[in-house]
């Protein structure tokens, strides 16, 4: 159970579009504002859960064609997302952003995000310390990986905010989100160039 709790750690610690997001838009927009965002997240990832531990997750990936609608969704999305981030606090921009998603946005993203299901997949089929017992395990795997999610996803924000609230020119802090929306692009070319080199 240990050796799970830490792999929830590190596997959520490591930057995906959930955290970059979370932390980026805490550096747009403040905590609170961010705060449904989070929630969305957090549901998100529940509903990607439970298709993995029914297996639903597995039939939709089966299907080569999904699988490429996905990630072009989940592409163009976290792009959107990233143009947000970088946009907010800019007074010339092609869109204002002025207004974080909100819980849709996040459960959205979760919903098409790959990172989500590698993840879910890999702590759930992996790392069993209940064999005799896979309800116990299912359910006990479940509580302490949303016990790990929301307060490693409040750090995040927090850290964020914590831009947020400084006294920063407009400038520097427009900056700073083009930075956090760069990154975030890093991670969704790690993610393709991760789905092609496993792609059959």
């Known amino acids: 159970m240990l050796t799970f709790a830490a792999a929830v750690i590190l596997l959520i610690l490591t930057p995906g579009p959930g955290v970059m997001t979370t932390a980026g838009f ?3 927009y403040g905590f609170r504002p961010s705060l449904r965002y989070v929630l969305g997240l957090f549901l ?3 509903m990607v859960l439970f298709a993995v531990v029914s297996g ?3 039939i939709l990936f089966s299907l080569p064609w999904l699988r490429t609608v996905l990630m072009l969704a989940s592409v ?3 792009v959107f997302l ?3 981030i970088a946009l907010a606090g800019a007074k010339i921009a092609f869109m204002e952003a002025r207004v974080p998603p909100g819980i849709p946005g996040g459960v959205m993203l979760q919903a098409i995000n790959p990172k989500a299901y590698a993840v879910n997949t890999s702590l759930m089929t992996g ?3 209940a064999p005799e017992a896979p309800v116990f395990e299912i359910v006990s795997k479940v509580l302490i990986l949303n016990a790990i999610w929301i ?5 995040w924000l927090w850290a964020g905010a914590s831009l947020h609230r400084l006294d920063l020119s407009e400038r520097t802090q427009h900056r700073i989100n083009i930075a956090m929306a760069l990154s975030m692009l890093g991670v969704v070319a790690l993610a393709m160039w991760s789905a092609a080199k496993g792609a059959p």
Do not use: D
């Not at 307060?151 to 750090?155: A, E, G, R, T």
């Open 151 to 155: 307060p490693i996803h409040l750090i």
């Open 82 to 84: 990233a143009a947000r």
């Open 127 to 129: 790392f069993s310390y």
């Open 76 to 78: 163009g999305y976290l």
């Open 26 to 28: 805490g550096a747009a």
């Open 44 to 46: 998100g990832s529940n």
């Open 56 to 58: 639903l997750a597995a």
